[in-house]
């Protein structure tokens, strides 16, 4: 199958989903062997009150569906399907192979990972598997062929969930196999592997492909590319657990979706390639409700979910109150659920669904939250779920409705590892995730639409491109940001960027050579701050910031400074560089700036491009989205404030789904307030 046959069957198979669900998809992970027979009637009742109409069953229940190698146990299962298709209510069947049993690592201790310390991962977690495990492949492939056979055709079924969060790290000898096989594949000979690893340095050259294994631990300071190239190689053989799977059930039924759940911010996985193997992207969400403004890395993650295959995306699982996480788990105060929720699908989700229907009476998640509590549905967070359940079908006309920006932001798994996982740099102290977000937060404090690319993306449809601190950028993306600025495109690139080709070597003649025609200048030095160092910046107009971290010192050949240092060693020197090339503009910023000065000269660059935010003088704490369909556009509306009101200017009139209500310019939001205002599509003739 062709990674273009993939993507259209998944928009295809997901329209028909849609169809099924008649709207938001609602719900969580059901884990009925957990419970005696007598339970289950119980649970179906409370889900049919609550509107739960999407349950995931199965996830890490192969030792109660296979408690002997080939001796399968399928009465419960039988059962559970059955009663929840009596009861209206669909199911997304998960294959169990996150959680072997320990039949089989007891059996075959090779399945168990080495993980990057050196140390075994043993039974008694989850994922304690080696993805590069023949052993593991196959009794995975034997359950997942049994399930299949099975329950493809059940009528519960209406989606396919392989595995959960693929996930663990393995350093062990046949990671290392499977490792030279893939160098073997990309780079087809020692010798190109020699060069792209820069070996000839401390006399590295291998002579032979057994010699190639995997870095050591960290405490060495190891090659950085054979570094970068086992986190390609990882992500990898991952995904070939995943396709392996997805293969089998494909071949008993072609027309339901099949999908795996990511995790925000993975590192060991790069979705953009997972998601071209997935039917539809689905997230794992718990953002953390001790920290006020967690709110802002959600809807980053949203929107790099939404942007993987341009698509609405599953919610998979969020909490519907704490966690068994952090080392203190605050509740979900009151609100916070329902706000969550509508910020997930304004983000594109086209479900609301938790880990789990059932709070567990034991195990190491007893303490996490779940839609029906310990306490029952006298709990407060109980009758939040139910409230919301009751009152998501009133906006079930916008399911499937998809969205558009004028601005990208780069967010790519090459740039993370080059700039995270290789050593040796200027600093090391990157923080690649937070940095992306740093550059996302005043564009959604100010209601602009972003979305997220990849080195692999077409860049002609936006007008703005954000590239925060990418270190490592291929020649491919390369090409494309330079045709893109050509063409009329603003770019806004921070420092240390376009240093190193995806070789993780270093592009010369000077810094920052991938991009240093559009900067208009080059870096003859970096500067990595001293401990509690700061600068002044002053601008052209006069007014000044404060900067820390890190400075290019910056020498101009065609651009023009924004702005200069005003204190310290480059005093005097540019600190932000603009340059005008073709018929685009690129804004260069050297240094970090204070968050204020930063979103004043980001969105400066954002207005001058000619792209104007979805809502002009609404509050930072609202956030605005808006989701189209052929016939209709849905303005989200969301007050994150927990105290104050807000007054938000509507740009058209229309209706507030949730309240049936017309909506007037101004609309109110009360705190903590959401709308979802439908008005006549801004695209109908
Ligand atoms: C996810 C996982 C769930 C549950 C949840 C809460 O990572 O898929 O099974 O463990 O976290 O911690």
């Not at 979900?332 to 706000?339: N, S, T």
């Not at 509590?373 to 359940?389: D, I, M, N």
């Not at 550059?439 to 860049?459: C, I």
């Not at 509050?619 to 807000?646: I, K």
Request: proline share 6%.
């Amino acid at each position: 199958m062709t990674s273009n046959e993939a993507r259209h069957g998944g928009t295809s198979r997901m329209e028909a989903f849609r169809a099924r669900i008649g709207g938001f998809a609602f719900g969580g992970d059901y884990n009925p062997e957990q419970w005696d027979r007598s339970v289950w009637d119980e649970d179906v009742a409370l889900m049919r009150r609550a509107g739960v109409n999407l349950v995931t069953l199965g996830v890490f229940a192969w030792a109660s569906l296979e408690p002997e190698p080939g001796r399968f146990t399928f009465a419960w299962m039988d059962e559970a399907l059955d009663l929840l298709h009596a009861h209206g209510i669909s199911v997304d069947l998960a294959t169990p192979t996150a959680a072997p049993p320990v039949w089989l690592t007891d059996g075959h201790p090779e399945v168990h990972p080495v993980m990057e310390d050196g140390e075994v991962f043993g039974f008694g977690n989850r994922l304690h598997f080696d993805p590069t495990s023949p052993r593991y492949r196959e009794h995975a492939a034997r359950i997942t062929t049994a399930l299949a056979e099975r329950y493809a055709d059940h009528p519960a079924v209406a989606m396919w969930h392989i595995s959960n969060e693929y996930g663990p790290v393995p350093y062990t000898p046949q990671s290392a196999v499977a490792f030279r096989d893939w160098l073997r594949r990309r780079y087809g000979t020692l010798e190109a592997l020699n060069d792209a690893w820069y070996t000839r340095f401390w006399s590295q050259v291998y002579t032979s492909w057994d010699q190639v294994n995997p870095p050591e631990i960290p405490r060495s300071w190891s090659n950085p590319t054979r570094r970068l190239d086992y986190k390609r190689f990882v992500s990898d053989a991952l995904l070939e657990c995943y396709v392996m799977e997805r293969d089998i059930v494909r071949a008993h039924r072609s027309d339901l979706p099949i999908l795996t759940n990511y995790m925000r911010f993975y590192r060991h996985a790069d979705y953009w390639r997972w998601a071209r193997e997935q039917d539809a992207v689905a997230l794992d969400i718990y953002p953390n409700p001790g920290h006020d403004d967690a709110f802002v890395s959600a809807a980053v993650n949203y929107d790099l979910m939404r942007s993987l295959r341009d698509e609405p995306w599953i919610l998979m699982e969020q909490a519907a109150s704490s966690v068994s996480q952090w080392q203190v788990n605050n509740v979900k105060r009151p609100g916070h659920l329902r706000l969550g929720s509508y910020q997930a699908i304004a983000h594109g989700a086209d479900s609301v669904l938790f880990f789990q229907w059932r709070a567990s009476r034991g195990g190491h998640e007893r303490f996490h939250s779940a839609m029906l509590p310990h306490s029952g549905t006298g709990a407060r967070s109980w009758q939040e779920v139910e409230a919301l359940g009751t009152e998501l079908p009133r906006i079930a006309e916008a399911v499937g409705a998809t969205s558009r920006a004028d601005v990208a932001l780069l967010f790519d798994w090459n740039a993370w590892w080059g700039l995270t996982e290789t050593h040796g740099l200027p600093r090391n102290d990157f923080d690649y995730p937070a940095l992306v977000t740093d550059h996302y937060r005043p564009l959604l404090e100010a209601q602009h639409a972003v979305d997220m690319v990849n080195f692999d993306s077409d860049l002609s449809g936006y007008r703005v491109l954000v590239i925060p601190n990418a270190y490592l950028v291929d020649d491919r993306f390369t090409a494309e940001v330079s045709r893109f600025v050509h063409a009329g495109g603003t770019l806004v690139c921070s420092y240390f960027s376009g240093v190193v080709d995806a070789r993780n070597q270093v592009r010369q003649p000077a810094y920052p050579g991938a991009f240093r025609a559009l900067v208009g200048g080059y870096v003859d030095e970096y500067w990595p701050a001293r401990e509690n160092e700061t600068f002044d910046v002053e601008f052209a107009d006069g007014s000044t910031a404060r900067a820390d971290f890190w400075q290019d010192s910056i020498h101009p050949e065609t651009a023009t400074v924004l702005a200069s240092y005003a204190s310290g060693q480059l005093a005097g020197r540019p600190a932000i560089l603009d340059n005008a090339v073709g018929a685009g503009r690129v804004v260069y910023v050297g240094t970090r700036l204070e968050a204020d000065a930063f979103r004043d000269t980001l969105l400066g660059a954002v207005a001058d491009a000619g792209v104007r935010p979805l809502l002009a003088g609404a509050p930072a704490c609202v956030e605005a989205t808006r989701r189209s369909t052929a016939e209709a556009d849905y303005l989200f509306l969301l007050n994150h404030s927990e105290t104050d009101p807000a007054e938000v200017p509507l740009p058209g009139a229309g209706q507030d789904l949730l309240t049936g209500k017309d909506a007037t310019d101004p609309i109110v939001l009360a705190p903590l307030g959401v709308a979802v205002v439908r008005t006549a599509s801004a695209d109908a003739p």
